[in-house]
């Protein structure tokens, strides 16, 4: 049977990279949300070219109204989920100067980046709990790990509204693993995807976002025998 898999943010980058990869490797019917529906649909047009199995969700995860649509959609045309990436994510810092960083930045930064993944991992998960194998794969980053950037070479580095955002994210996969630890069909597990070329990573960075995608799809397409509760980079453990 086709798994599902609902990515959100996966109009561009490694959101389209983890949906052309579940796709064409795997066999998955894949869901691209995405809040602009022009790109979501030029998305949709580009990975059925490739003739993957793909389809356009209206999703904008910092909307009530369009998360409960966006389950709904799925209810009505699947019955259920396999996999739920929550890839949607935004940096809007340009400087690790903590002071610089007004309070709005840190809102709108949470709003998409935590916010934005717990409602909707709340509203998908009894379509997850439907599945025989639910995989919850929750986009972090190194900056997201408090032992990374306690080190003295990652100062330069730190993003604070973003780091701080990420590591509640962290916080959130942990504590959602750990409530449905008793049921070992569950795999809910935190990536670090790498620094790759996106328009977050931007051109400069060292991974395409071909190889910055592998640890999510790792994740998503985990056997019965696979971790949950963890963070990784590849098959690496990252350290909270």
Do not use: C
Request: aromatic letters at 8%; hydrophobic letters at 45%.
């Amino acid at each position: 049977m086709t798994k599902i898999a609902l990515i959100s943010g996966a109009n561009r980058g490694l959101g389209l990279e983890t949906a052309r990869q579940l796709a064409r490797d795997y066999g998955f019917t894949v869901l691209l949300g995405a809040r602009d529906e022009a790109k979501g649909v030029a998305a949709q047009n580009e990975l059925q070219s490739e003739g993957l199995d793909a389809h356009f969700v209206a999703l904008d995860v910092t909307d009530e109204d369009s998360v409960a649509k966006a389950a709904r959609f799925v209810s009505q045309q699947y019955g259920l989920l396999d996999v739920l990436v929550n890839n949607a994510g935004i940096m809007l810092e340009h400087s690790f100067k903590v002071g610089g960083v007004g309070v709005e930045t840190w809102k709108q930064t949470f709003d998409v980046n935590l916010f934005g993944a717990v409602a909707l991992t709340n509203a998908i998960l009894p379509l997850l709990e439907k599945s025989d194998a639910p995989r919850v794969v929750n986009l972090s980053a190194i900056l997201g790990s408090i032992s990374e950037i306690s080190r003295p070479q990652m100062k330069t580095w730190i993003r604070a509204s973003y780091s701080a955002s990420k590591a509640a994210l962290n916080a959130f996969t942990v504590a959602l693993a750990q409530e449905k630890s008793g049921d070992a069909k569950w795999k809910i597990n935190a990536a670090h995807p790498g620094w790759a070329k996106t328009e977050m990573g931007g051109p400069q960075a060292l991974m395409t976002a071909a190889q910055g995608v592998k640890t999510v799809v790792q994740l998503a397409t985990l056997g019965e025998d696979g971790p949950s509760g963890g963070f990784f980079h590849v098959s690496k453990t990252i350290s909270w």
